[in-house]
Structure formats: C-alpha cells, structure tokens
C-alpha cells in the first residue's frame, strides 16, 4: 500500500502518524484519503485503510457525541422499539426471542433497557403508554392508574 511514489499520499500518511501516535493528523489523512478513494469508487481500498488504522482507535464518523435522546421513546433503539411491539402485542420473553432470533436473556435486557428509557416499571406499563392511557404517578400510587 505504500510503497514507492505513493509513500507521501494521504493513505500512507494517516498509517504513518496513527504508528507514531498523532491521532488528529492521522484522522485528518485518513478523512483526505477516504474522499480520495470514495471519489474514485475505490471502495476496496478504503476497506483495506480502515482495517489498517482500526487497531490504532481511527474512524470515519463524527467524533462528537451522538445526540440520541436519553429518555422517552425517542431513546429507544431498534432492537428495543422492535421489543417493545411483541411486548405490547402479548408475546412472552421467550416468544418474543423465537420471533426476533435472539435469545431470552437478549429480550429481557431490551425489556429492562426500554424500561428505565421510558421512566416505566412493568410490562403492562408500557401496553398502558402505547395505548394513552394513564399511567402510575411518579409517586408509585396505583390509585392514579385506576382512579380511585
């Protein structure tokens, strides 16, 4: 890969400073390098350059923190919306797993995530949240959810 005239090329450069631990140059080649190739359609290439710098902890993406929210439904992630469906549809951990191709203990985890994400505290709270209705106050009463 760099051998020859192509030593100075932004390819060899990001693997360069990545050796020698200068990881904002070696992101700031590694990002010329990838558009290079991207321009060119040299997919195979930018593969072959990932893989050389993953060791070294450089990647393509933002380097900023994402900004997924940390609670409500906007915080759930894939897996967990998809969980979350069966569960409100009735299916039991294990069902749930058959259905997804994912084990039991893999569901409970989604379950427990989803949980915490949305402030809720049981199963049938989430099958309450999706359908609108009331759910138990902060307080832990349950006379709030069935208004007495």
């Not at 609670?71 to 797993?97: H, K, M, P, S």
Request: overall charge positive; glycine content about 8%.
């Amino acid at each position: 890969m760099c051998r020859g005239r192509h030593e100075l090329s932004p390819a060899c450069m990001a693997v360069a400073l990545a050796r020698r631990g200068d990881q904002d140059e070696a992101r700031t080649a590694f990002s010329r390098a990838a558009s290079e190739y991207e321009a060119r359609g040299a997919t195979n290439e930018l593969r072959r350059l990932q893989q050389r710098l993953r060791p070294f902890g450089i990647q393509r993406g933002p380097r900023a923190a994402r900004k997924r929210a940390t609670f409500g439904w906007e915080a759930l992630t894939d897996a967990e919306r998809n969980v979350v469906r069966l569960v409100v549809e009735g299916y039991a951990n294990n069902e749930i797993g058959s259905r997804l191709f994912i084990s039991r203990r893999t569901v409970e985890t989604h379950v427990a995530h989803a949980l915490s994400k949305l402030q809720l505290r049981s199963r049938v709270d989430i099958r309450l949240a999706v359908q609108g209705q009331t759910l138990p106050s902060p307080t832990g009463r349950d006379s709030d959810r069935t208004g007495e």
